[in-house]
Structure formats: C-alpha cells, structure tokens
C-alpha cells in the first residue's frame, strides 16, 4: 500500500534537467519514478492514496544546513528591530515597548543594524538611557556577535572602566576608556549571564513557532545549533524531541552540539538521545572567530577601514586544536564557525592534526574571506563548506570597505569554491538572515539584494540555478553524511518533498520570489499545504 503523487512535474534533481510526471511512495521511501502510466501499470503495487500535484512542481525537499532554529522563533516573537533604517525608527520602537515593562525588568531587542542608519552610528548606552535609565536594555546586533547596553544593564554587570576584555570579546571604549555599552563575542556573556533562567515552555513556544515557519517556507529538515544558549542544553534537547514529536509533527532536524556542552549531551544525555527517529545529534560546533560586522572575524591583515585591528580569534591556535582534539574523543565530527581568513587558517590546521573519522565530514561554517593557499588545503580534507548566500546581498557593499579590493576575489567566493571540488551546503543562519530558501537561492544566482537591478557583487561568483538548488538539497544531504537517503528525489531515497506553485528554471530569478509553497512533505506526510 502506497501513494502515488501525480500530475505535476517532478524535478528530481539528480540531473538538471531530470523530469517525470509521476512518483510512488511506500513506508516514507519512493520505490517508483516515472511516469503515470507507467506507474499505475506496475505489478506487485497497490496504489492506497492518490494525490494530485494540480500542475504544481515537486523538488527534493529544502534544508537548511546552517541556522538556529529557537533563534528564529524568538525572533518571530520577539521585538525585531533589523528593519528599522535609522536610530529616531529605534527610539521610537523602544519608547512604546518599555512603557508596557515593569521597572527593573528587562527590554530586550534583536537585531539592530547601524548599517541601515544614514550615519552608521552605533546605539550606544547614551541613546539607549534616553529610553529608560530605570530598565536594563539589551538590543543584539543582527549578526549576534555583539550587543548594546544601557547604563543599568552595565551597572548590573559590574562593567566600568576599571574591567578587562574578557578572553574573546571586546568590551568598546570611549576616549576616556569609559566603556559604551557596545559589547563583542565573549564581552556580550558578561551581561547575558544575568539574564533570568529560560523556561522550559519559553523554548518549547520559541521552537514550535520556528518549526511553523519552517514548513511554511517549504523546508522538510534543518541543521540548527541551539543548545548551549538556553541554560541547561539537555532540557533544550529534550523540547526538539517534544516539538518534533515524529507523529504530528515531522522535520528532519540535525542538532550541532556545542564543545561546551558536548559532555552534557553526548554523555549525561545518553538516556534521551537517539529515541526520534527525527532528532539527531550532528557535528560538535566551535567558534573559531566573529563577524565581519562588529570587525571581530579574524583577518590575517588588519581591516581595510580600521588598521588599528584585524578581529579577535576565540581561541589560540592551540586551545581550537585541542578543542578538536577533544571532539574526536565522542567519535564526532566538528562544525567550526570561521569568518576571516586567519580564522580558516587555525581551523584548517587543526583538523589536519586531528583529522575526522574515516568516511565523516567536518564541517566549516560561513567561510567569508579566504585565500587560495587555504581552498588548496581545504582540497585535501573531508569538509562540506556551509555558506549562506543572502550574506552578500546583506552585506555589499559595507564589506568592501572592511575587506579592501585586494582580499574580494577570495571573499564570498562560492563559485570559486563550487570550481575546487569543495562540497557546499546552503543555509540561512537565520535569525540572522531572513529563512525564506527562495531568497537564498536568489542571492545565490544574482548576487544582489531583490530590490537592486546591477550584476551582481562579484559576478563571476554567481551560482547557476541548479548549483544553488543542490545548496539547499544534495549539499545539505552531505554535510551530514546522509547523500545516500536525502537531497534528490531517487528510489530508496526517502520521501521529503518541496511542492513549489512553479518551475523555478522556467522563471526569472526575481520572478522566484513570487512562487509559492505548495506543500511540504515529510516522510509522506503533509506538514504544510497552502
Ligand atoms: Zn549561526
């Protein structure tokens, strides 16, 4: 017993140009694609379930190989302000929002982005006192990798003048080394700390919400990293086994499991793992750097607008090779976070003394600058690259700047990595980046934000369509080793599907962002339908 799915165009992405009319489906896995009539006439089946496509076109179901899915669904609701283009917008936005909080409670705010402002301008704990002196604020920055805080929230953290920069992080200055309220990486835990615990059914509410978008945006899997930002990382992991419950709700999700907590999971957590089929345990991830925003990615050259640095590494060279080294004692593979081209190097260098298990694969994530002798390096290790297209349509043109014409051939180079033979997955990194697969695909081939007409940040980097499709679907399949089961649509392959209202490569890149999902499917079931 089984379902057929017919009358619309299956794209099965093995090829592409790969099409057939009709697929058949039993237990979660396709045994059949070819077409109606073809299926329909085959011994040994019974067709239990039909449904028709209506003209509809089928894809291997999306992933999302890089984003933080709890992240996402506080942003959906929480106060988002990585929209508003100026800081009267912001002041505005807050003012309304404190009114409603009692004193001494916190205002938190996600995503501001001085790149959006007419003067760049940072908020700093100044304009951040003229919305409350009575309330301790918190507002991140759209990367995450630095925040902004008033008066009250320094004050509570003990931050004056007199502190250090912790290890990792950066603690802003004025000119009488009064600290700003603009805190980097490390810098930012200082004020977090005191944040009050997470409840359980704060998470649970923030991951529900997610997963909600998630299929509505046509994904069927995710690879999410969550679970040391949530105080106790096993009760995390236990609201990824709740919500994706494998019966109501089914997503193929792929938890990277941060070095911190990676006793806790692997070890104490023994009793909870593995019991949904849903819900695995990926890659142990390490940061090895920041972000090209805040200028804490780690450059082997200062910053092209700020020769005073060239960004903050998180850990000496030792301490990621011994992070590494550690991470093979669970027998996993590493997710290492590198954003500048020094940060890659130190990652490199550390899997090449403590290489991945046979027939694993590493993983590093961004990859923003790098250079050739690193990419011919990176050639002889077993790594997928996780990148996130929509980063060059949000971050041109303020990274020329940070970055110099020199290093540009070499930075946000997909194609130039595609061209290597380097495996590629596509994600979002959303909260940071909208999740919407279809403008990372767009990104992906015009290199340009929707609302811009030019060719292109780095043109000779664009993707052609397919290459952006497999991103999303192969790729991701194989930065979990799962290429053998998941990313294209092919018999014994399981059954996860993308149903877009149309044929992307019959459209025009910014006629994309007008198709519709459909349907998402997973393991067979509907988890969405528009
Ligand atoms: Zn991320």
Redesign the pocket.
């Known amino acids: 017993m089984g379902t057929l799915w017919y009358g619309g165009k299956i794209r099965t992405l093995q090829t592409e140009n790969d099409v057939y009319d009709a697929i058949y489906v039993e237990k979660g896995k396709v045994i059949k694609i070819g077409s109606h009539n073809e299926i329909i006439n085959m011994p040994d089946i019974t067709i239990s379930e039909e449904i028709n496509l209506q003209g509809s076109v089928m894809y291997p179901g999306f992933v999302d190989s890089?984003?933080?899915m709890i992240g996402h669904g506080e942003k959906l609701l929480k106060l988002d302000v990585s929209e508003l283009t100026s800081i009267d917008e912001l002041k505005e936005v807050l003012l309304k929002t404190v009114k409603d909080i009692p004193n001494g409670q916190w205002l938190l705010a996600e995503g501001f982005n001085e790149n959006l402002y007419p003067n760049k301008i940072v908020p700093d704990r100044n304009i951040l006192d003229e919305i409350s002196v009575n309330h301790p604020i918190i507002i991140t920055r759209v990367c995450r990798h630095a925040m902004t805080t008033n008066s009250f929230a320094l004050n509570l953290a003990n931050i004056d003048a007199s502190v250090e920069d912790p290890p990792g992080g950066i603690i802003e200055r004025d000119d009488d080394g009064i600290p700003t309220g603009y805190l980097h990486d490390q810098a930012q835990e200082l004020v977090r700390n005191l944040l009050p615990e997470y409840d359980f059914n704060y998470i649970e509410n923030a991951l529900a919400t997610s997963l909600k978008d998630l299929h509505k945006h046509g994904y069927t899997g995710a690879h999410s990293?969550d679970l040391n930002y949530y105080g106790d990382a096993t009760k995390t992991l236990e609201a990824f086994y709740r919500v994706i419950d494998g019966e109501k709700q089914k997503f193929r999700a792929n938890l990277l499991v941060h070095h911190e907590v990676a006793n806790e999971i692997f070890v104490e957590g023994d009793s909870i793992r593995e019991k949904d089929p849903f819900v695995e345990l990926g890659s142990i991830k390490i940061f090895a750097d920041g972000a090209l925003g805040g200028r804490t990615a780690f450059l082997s050259e200062a910053y092209s607008d700020d020769p005073e640095t060239h960004g903050v590494a998180i850990h000496s060279q030792e301490q990621l090779a011994s992070i590494v080294q550690e991470a093979r004692h669970f027998n996993m593979p590493v997710a290492i976070?590198t954003i500048g081209d020094l940060a890659l190097e130190y990652a490199i260098s550390a899997i090449e003394q403590f290489p991945v298990r046979e027939g694993k694969r590493d993983r590093l994530?961004h990859l923003q600058v790098t250079r050739q002798d690193l990419l011919d390096r990176l050639q002889k290790l077993s790594v997928v690259l996780d990148i996130q297209p929509r980063f060059v349509a949000s971050d041109f043109p303020w990274v020329e700047s940070r970055l110099g014409h020199s290093r540009l051939p070499y930075s946000f180079a997909w194609k130039t990595m595609l061209s290597h033979g380097l495996i590629c997955a596509g994600g979002s990194?959303a909260p940071?980046e909208p999740i919407d697969p279809l403008l990372g695909i767009h990104a992906a081939v015009t290199r340009r934000n929707p609302s811009e007409s030019h060719e292109g940040y780095g043109e000779k980097e664009k993707l052609s369509l397919y290459e952006a499709l497999q991103l999303f679907t192969i790729g991701s399949a194989k930065a979990i080793n799962m290429e053998n089961k998941r990313g294209i649509i092919a018999t014994g392959y399981e059954a996860d599907f993308t149903i877009l209202s149309e044929d992307l490569f019959e459209l025009e890149p910014d006629e994309w962002l007008d198709v519709k999902v459909e349907k998402t499917v997973v393991d067979n079931s509907i988890m969405y339908e528009r």
């Open positions: 890089h984003l933080h990293e976070h994530i990194d940071i």
